[in-house]
């Protein structure tokens, strides 16, 4: 069939060895326990396979996302997945212009039931978010809140992510900033929101 074969041995007349394209000459060890129990020679095997496994990744630039798409039902690929994949989008994302009254915003926020609104300028830039937290501190402060913009109340420049940001590395950052949601941005303008993520998305995935 003409497959390269690579022999990884310690005997010389053996058959692999003789037989091998490539070959691999491993010292020949001592067994621990006994010399009569396999366990130096696979120490020993298993670093030269780790050594070829490392060595290919690094020649063929074999990273993490490669894992991700060659074993995506797997642990690590849970591990690997990116805002991308686990985003929120289109109709999903609770979008509202900026000049909108609070009355109304309100009611796309019970509508889209994500715990926050991204506000946007008539170009559809992200110009802040308004969460359950600040209508709470709003609603301390005044009584009737009805008629007021709610651009006023926003919070600007808030913690935003790139697509191709590790779902891990999210939650990390939303846990250190107290923070439930995290809008997903154009690589192209950071004001430009492709899709929202709710913490609970990302605990259910990782854990």
Do not use: W
């Not at 009355?103 to 359950?132: C, E, H, I, Y």
């Not at 709003?138 to 992510?161: A, G, Y």
Request: aromatic share 6%.
């Amino acid at each position: 069939m003409k497959i390269t074969l690579i022999g990884i041995v310690s005997n010389r007349n053996s058959d692999l060895y003789k037989s091998a394209n490539i070959k691999l000459l491993v010292p020949e060890v001592e067994e621990s326990g006994y010399g009569i129990v396999p366990t130096s020679s696979t120490t020993t095997q298993l670093s030269i396979g780790d050594a070829l496994a490392i060595s290919l990744m690094i020649e063929n630039k074999f990273d993490k996302l490669d894992f991700k798409k060659f074993h995506p039902a797997g642990n690590l690929a849970k591990k690997l997945k990116t805002a991308s994949d686990i985003m929120l989008t289109g109709s999903k994302i609770p979008f509202i212009n900026e000049n909108i009254t609070m009355k109304n915003a309100l009611k796309v926020l019970d509508l889209k039931k994500q715990g926050f609104l991204v506000v946007t300028n008539k170009r559809g830039l992200t110009k802040g978010v308004f969460t359950d937290g600040d209508l709470k501190r709003l609603m301390q402060k005044r009584h009737i809140i009805n008629n007021l913009k709610i651009k006023n109340f926003i919070t600007k420049n808030p913690f935003v992510v790139k697509a191709n940001t590790l779902a891990t590395d999210i939650l990390a950052q939303m846990n250190k900033r107290k923070i439930t949601n995290v809008c997903v941005y154009d690589d192209k303008n950071k004001r430009k929101t492709i899709g929202i993520i709710h913490i609970h998305n990302l605990i259910n995935l990782i854990k």
